[in-house]
């Protein structure tokens, strides 16, 4: 059975720092997604990463995938307030359906 | 594109009665549509996949009696809580994958839809 785990659960951070959001994934997958929820609201898309050493950024994020260590990552730099909402990591293993990381509560803080 | 919508957004009904929730790609064919549950400060938990044209496949320990799962058209598919119960209230979230492509090909993703919260009291 696939496993997500991420780490911290809980981050406050200061405007402008940097930091980084780990997910781990149990099992072989096909392809691994980091997602933001807002308080309240349904998730919102940010990256799918689909093979080893995979990188993609957008803005202040920056997500990337190793197979090997089945760890993905994503890191945020300079960090805005804007920022602050829940984010997800989910693997597919190698089935179809989605399996999700326990979620990371990000604050960041002036 | 790959616009999924719910409906209703928010609902509270009263202990014991039944309630539908609807998902609908609005501008692509979904032959298969995921529902999920989400309680407060929790993660997402896959509650069911559901297949176009046949019966859902329902998750460990969620009861399929309980949550009727059908999806009778490409671009529909519908949640009823029966008999619900204050312990059931949550935030419930589907996910459509895209199987036909809004502009070229598919792109076999899933898409999520903004979300019911059911209240029930």
Known sequence: ELKVEQNPLFLSMQEGKNYTIYCNYSTTSDRLYWYRQDPGKSLESLFVLLSNGAVKQEGRLMASLDTKARLSTLHITAAVHDLSATYFC????????????????????L | GAVVSQHPSWVICKSGTSVK??????????????????FPKKSLMLMATSNEGSKATY???????KFLINHASLTLSTLTVTSAHPEDSSFYICSARDATGTSGPPSYEQYFGPGTRLTVT
């Open chain 1, 90 to 109: 989910a693997s597919t293993g190698t089935a179809s359906k989605l399996t999700f990381g326990t979620g990371t509560r990000l604050q960041v803080t």
């Open chain 2, 59 to 65: 998750e460990q320990g969620v009861e399929k009696d």
């Open chain 2, 21 to 38: 929730i609807e998902c609908r790609s609005l501008d692509f064919q979904a032959t298969t549509m995921f529902w999920y549950r989400q």
